[in-house]
């Protein structure tokens, strides 16, 4: 007795409706959500001055101390709230990249 082969048809996977309405991507966005990373303003700040954070290892600064953003969920210590040594050594940040490959694909499928 002889085996019969079937080819099987792949079906069209169904999307969910938290896919089609944009909540997954939401999702994503929230895990890999910023964390911003500061330097010294070159201004004189006093605590609780509006405006004003402080930055452990830096001090006080404003908005003109910010240098960009890293993503929460792949470049920081969750414990330390800082940066990773390996995003420190191994990434590249800057004002004009995205803050991790997740979000990169999510702003070019976007676009």
Same mark, same amino acid.
């Given at each position: ?18 896919? /089609? ?6 999702? *994503? $966005? %929230?895990?890999? $959500? +910023? &964390?911003? *990373? ?5 201004? /004189? =700040?006093?605590?609780? @001055? +509006?405006?004003? /954070? ?11 101390? &910010? %240098? ?13 709230? @800082? ?7 191994? =990434? ?6 995205? $803050?991790?490959?997740? *979000?990169?694909?999510? @702003?070019? @499928?976007?676009?």
């Amino acid at each position: 007795m002889g085996c019969t082969m079937v080819a099987a048809r792949a079906r069209p996977r169904m999307m969910s409706n938290r896919v /089609k309405n944009g909540l997954v991507i939401d999702e *994503i $966005r %929230q895990l890999h $959500r +910023p &964390f911003r *990373i500061y330097d010294e303003c070159g201004h /004189k =700040h006093e605590e609780g @001055e +509006p405006g004003v /954070k402080e930055i452990d290892e830096v001090g006080l600064v404003c908005e003109a101390g &910010f %240098q960009y953003e890293i993503c929460r969920a792949c470049c920081v210590d969750s414990h330390l709230d @800082e940066m990773t040594e390996t995003c420190a050594t191994e =990434h590249t940040h800057g004002a004009n990249t995205p $803050r991790c490959a997740t *979000i990169a694909i999510i @702003e070019k @499928e976007r676009a």
